[in-house]
């Protein structure tokens, strides 16, 4: 449906009512019927005797807690057991109950995603097949000419099988670190170095290190592992989670979780399985994963889009999901922005790094979350608030983004001849940023052709780094308009020696050095200049690249960066990510086999033999946007003085 017609009709209240939480609300009455959990137990003594149990008596033990109706929905639930310990109650996915959409009306979701499964073919014995084919196809040619093949025919050759063996060990790999829950696949652990000695919490599924491991299974055609991740994790949303006597907002989303065996309240001999979620309340500093809850939502709508199955997007529990995120997020503050203000390490750089304030990784996903949730929720009256709120964030965000984060040559020498203590309504200098900020690093690396868009904005400050997960994601959400996408490709193809090297990808570029170092990462021995989250080269991000590069039909500089990187990431191991300027080294503190550097690999492979698949990832610009949108330019930056305009919402 046309968004201007969600739009009028949501204002007109006039939507269609397939179903509303409400309805949904009302005939399964007030709360939630006293339901059977199934936890997954197995006797100690005999350890095969792995069973699935559904023990009705579970309920006596456990408090439900409702959580307050959000516009009369009230479809959480988390269970505390008698001690008032949080501890997940292990359900299978299938029966991690929903209603769906057409239902509403108190039937229980029936799994049909299984189906999907059976029908859809191998990918990668195509894409096995393929390279095969083409082996034969050359030397077919050979013959026919009958010339010997060349010495580049033969190294091409050789590289395909090389590949192929690479990509038949990152599968297996991958599928070595699949978590099991009640015997279900639910995710992939962060790594699984057998030569590391302290696990930390790496044996944990992170939600966002599950992405491409998801997408790689998705493009594989095997569903199950993503749709029992997504719905797992829904169910930990709703966790009681507090640190020192504080609770973060509700519809936070974990940063990881862990599968573990416990003994069984008042049983010796037997044993269950819980979830064990992250918060941030046991992470190294203590931050809340802000950027968990946004990639959960790209993941459900990759998962509807490549599987075909809508019903888990369309499940009540699963809707109120996206709309906790989604409030959670849009909550009104003290902002002037509209970009998230968020602590720092909220998102993949999960430790000081000086990224706090409105980094650009967390508003790339922002958008991206907030485009996906608009097509998925269901039209309904409850709603017409939040997708207003939604739709008036969106054109607010991307004027923002591509306004004031926008940085080239021309608009380095706007910066570089700013007057400063503008106070008035029309100031070009809007947050007074003074000149001399401009850093040396950036006068000689600005590319004449080329830009990108920079880490923070904050009063009086532009943080000029490069950070290539947020540039690469405003591609693929498309909060960069298409000239400033192509434009932050030609920087990275014109940047290649410092973005990738030995190894792709920098996370961020330059590092901090000396007393800068010292002052914002507070001396952290991790972040030491060119590692880690410090300019170090993460291989996980050629995903993102890849996704990125067809987006825009440029899949010749994803495909050199994956040449780049098949000559070692096997070889070493499949490292988390790479030291030194040119990314020479294996990382320090790098663990080996990292699921997501594996993932990662086999997601840009599979895509650049298929790139239409890309599309479960990106997002269109919509036409209602760039009219409202240029409505806001022309309003800007000379706006007049005066009285508030009367009610001039963006209704797209
Ligand atoms: C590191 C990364 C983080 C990742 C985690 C698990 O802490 O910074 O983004 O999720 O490792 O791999």
Redesign the pocket.
Same mark, same amino acid.
């Given at each position: 449906m046309a968004t201007a017609e969600v739009a009028l009709q949501l204002y007109d209240g006039a939507g269609p009512q397939f179903w509303g939480s409400n309805i949904g609300y009302r005939k399964s009455g007030s709360s939630f019927p006293c339901r059977s959990f199934e936890r997954c137990r197995k006797k100690r003594v005999l350890k095969s005797m792995k069973s699935l149990k559904c023990l009705s008596s579970s309920c006596r033990g456990i408090r439900i807690h409702q959580f307050p109706c959000i516009n009369g929905v009230s479809h959480r639930y988390a269970v505390t057991d008698k001690f008032g310990l949080s501890h997940c109650q292990c359900q299978s996915a299938d029966n991690v109950g929903g209603l769906t959409a057409e239902s509403g009306n108190g039937t229980w979701f029936v799994d049909n995603a299984k189906d999907f499964n059976s029908t859809n073919g191998n990918v990668r014995n195509f894409l096995e097949l393929g390279a095969v084919k083409e082996l034969k196809h050359d030397k077919e040619l050979h013959h026919s000419n009958g010339n010997p093949p060349s010495d580049k025919t033969i190294q091409d050759g050789m590289n395909k099988g090389k590949s192929s063996f690479i990509e038949n060990e990152a599968w297996e790999l991958l599928q070595e670190s699949v978590a099991y829950y009640c015997g279900s696949p639910v995710g992939t652990i !962060? !790594?699984k170095d057998p030569t590391s000695s302290s696990v930390l919490? @790496?044996d %944990?599924v992170?939600i966002?290190?599950f992405i491409p491991s998801g997408i790689a299974f998705l493009l594989k055609g095997e569903y199950d592992i993503v749709r029992n991740f997504i719905l797992h994790t829904l169910q930990l949303q709703s966790w009681e989670k507090t640190m020192d006597c504080h609770s973060p907002g509700q519809g936070l989303m974990p !940063?990881?979780f862990k599968v573990r065996t416990v003994p069984l309240d008042g049983d010796d001999t037997a044993t269950e399985e819980v979830l064990d979620p992250d918060f941030g309340e046991a992470a =190294?500093g203590r931050v809340a994963p802000v950027d968990s809850g946004l990639w959960w939502i790209i993941l459900l709508r990759a998962y509807g889009k490549c599987s075909g199955d809508l019903s888990v997007q369309e499940r009540i529990d699963v809707q109120t999901g996206i709309k906790m995120i989604l409030r959670l997020c849009l909550a009104d503050g003290f902002d002037m922005f509209p970009t998230l203000l968020v602590t720092d390490g909220s998102?993949? =750089?999960?430790?000081r790094m000086g990224i706090h304030g409105h980094p650009l990784e967390i508003q790339a996903l922002f958008y991206s979350a907030l485009l996906c949730a608009r097509e998925m929720l269901a039209p309904e009256d409850g709603s017409a608030d939040l997708l207003r709120a939604l739709n008036n964030r969106l054109i607010a965000l991307s004027f923002h983004i591509r306004e004031y984060y926008w940085i080239d040559m021309k608009k380095l020498n706007e910066i570089y001849r700013y007057k400063t203590e503008e106070y008035s309504y029309d100031a070009v200098n809007k947050f007074n940023i003074y000149p001399d900020q401009i850093s040396p690093w950036l006068v000689g690396w600005m590319p004449n052709k080329g830009g990108y868009l920079i880490g923070n904005l904050q009063p009086a400050h532009m943080d000029f780094r490069f950070f290539s997960l947020g540039n690469l994601w405003s591609i693929v959400s498309n909060l960069a308009t298409t000239d400033q996408s192509h434009a932050i490709l030609d920087l990275m193809e014109a940047k290649w020696a410092d973005l990738v090297a030995d190894m792709p990808f920098k996370i961020c570029y330059p590092a901090l050095d000396g007393q800068e170092w010292q002052i914002i990462t507070g001396c952290d021995p991790k972040n030491t200049p060119w590692s @880690?989250?410090n300019g170090g080269s993460w291989p996980t991000l050629l995903w993102q690249l890849t996704v990125a590069c067809i987006k825009m039909n440029r899949p010749e500089i994803a495909a050199k960066a994956v040449e780049v990187a098949e000559k070692r990431l096997s070889r070493d191991k499949w490292p988390?990510y790479y030291d030194t300027k040119r990314g020479r080294f294996i990382g320090k503190q790098s663990?080996l086999f %990292?699921?997501?550097s594996i993932a990662g690999y086999l997601v840009a492979k599979l895509l650049l033999a298929n790139p239409g698949a890309a599309k479960i990832l990106i997002t269109e610009e919509d036409s209602e946007l760039i009219n409202a949108l240029s409505c806001a330019i022309c309003s800007s930056p000379r706006r007049k003085r005066g009285p508030k305009p009367s009610q001039k919402t963006y209704i797209v």
């Open positions: !962060a !790594a919490n @790496y %944990q992170f966002r290190d !940063a990881s =190294i998102c993949m =750089i999960d430790r @880690y989250h988390e663990r %990292q699921t997501w």
